[in-house]
């Protein structure tokens, strides 16, 4: 069973992730539209906490260095 803070994570990094879908969508900007569908699935998928931290801080600043 996750923790809290695992739980908050994955719930912050998902209202983040539908953030960046939306703006992708409307923008039409693949690289915040990939980002934010990975920020909503991959909280599902791993269950520690720094790996859930290191891969959300990665695919937060992803479409930033891609999108150029």
């Not at 039409?28 to 520690?48: D, K, M, N, T, W």
Request: net charge positive.
């Amino acid at each position: 069973m996750p923790s809290a803070f695992t739980l908050f994570v994955g719930i912050l990094t998902g209202f983040v992730g539908v953030g960046y879908f939306i703006y992708g969508k409307r923008q039409q900007r693949i690289g915040f539209l990939a980002a934010g569908v990975g920020l909503c699935v991959y909280p599902y998928l791993v269950e520690s906490l720094i790996l859930q931290i290191v891969i959300g801080l990665g695919l937060i600043a992803a479409p930033f260095f891609v999108d150029q």
